[in-house]
């Protein structure tokens, strides 16, 4: 018999052949759900990465975050920019658009500009951070190459996917999580990349890291 996922919670629901077209409540997580025949799976398509050191990667899935909670991290900085007169890291500017980067050297930073916040309601903001940097990292998850939009671009800020009808983008740090065809879960640095194709479609030298 079909074996249907659910859109919502991914649980797994078997029906008979004759029920497909039928609308029905998931009996996972009660959604309405219409149920369909799955079509088989299209090929594993891969992105062919070239490093400095030499190494060639096929990667088969990415690690992206919720656009949601991102933009509302970036709209927040923008209110202690506004609050603070322009508070500095010391190593970019506090309202620079790039400066959403892995929580754990984020978390660092905080700690070290709370006290030059002259503004109450920015250290307030400044405080709630740490928090707002964790749900980003919770919200993480790997995304198959095949549904990864924008990929024939060799930037990672282009790229996004759907979960749940959400949109998921890149983080902004230097760094890229990603799963090989293996499988394995590993970690690159963006810059060194210096080769990028798609099943249809080679990049390489200064069209790379734009």
């Not at 799955?38 to 990415?62: D, M, R, T, Y």
């Not at 709209?75 to 609050?83: A, Q, V």
Request: proline residues 7%.
């Amino acid at each position: 018999m079909p074996v249907f996922s659910c859109e919502y919670c991914g649980g797994k629901i078997e029906f008979e052949p004759r029920m497909a077209g039928e609308s029905t409540n998931c009996p996972h997580c009660q959604e309405l759900i219409l149920l369909e025949i799955p079509k088989p799976p299209p090929p594993q398509e891969f992105l062919h990465v070239g490093l400095v050191s030499g190494k060639e990667i096929k990667i088969a899935a990415v690690q992206l975050y919720s656009e949601e909670k991102i933009i509302a991290v970036q709209e927040k900085r923008r209110r202690i920019e506004n609050l603070s007169g322009g508070v500095s890291t010391g190593l970019s500017p506090w309202g620079s658009v790039g400066w959403v980067l892995e929580a754990s050297a984020a978390l660092g930073v905080i700690e070290g500009i709370l006290s030059a916040a002259p503004d109450a309601a920015a250290k307030q903001l400044l405080r709630e951070l740490p928090q707002d940097y964790r749900a980003i990292e919770e919200s993480a998850d790997y995304f198959n190459v095949n549904n990864l939009a924008g990929r024939e671009y060799p930037t990672p800020s282009a790229w996004s996917a759907e979960k749940r009808t959400r949109p998921y983008i890149h983080n902004g740090s230097p760094f890229l999580k990603y799963k090989d065809e293996t499988g394995v879960a590993a970690i690159l640095r963006i810059d060194s990349i210096i080769h990028y194709r798609t099943e249809n479609k080679s990049m390489n030298g200064s069209t790379l890291n734009q």
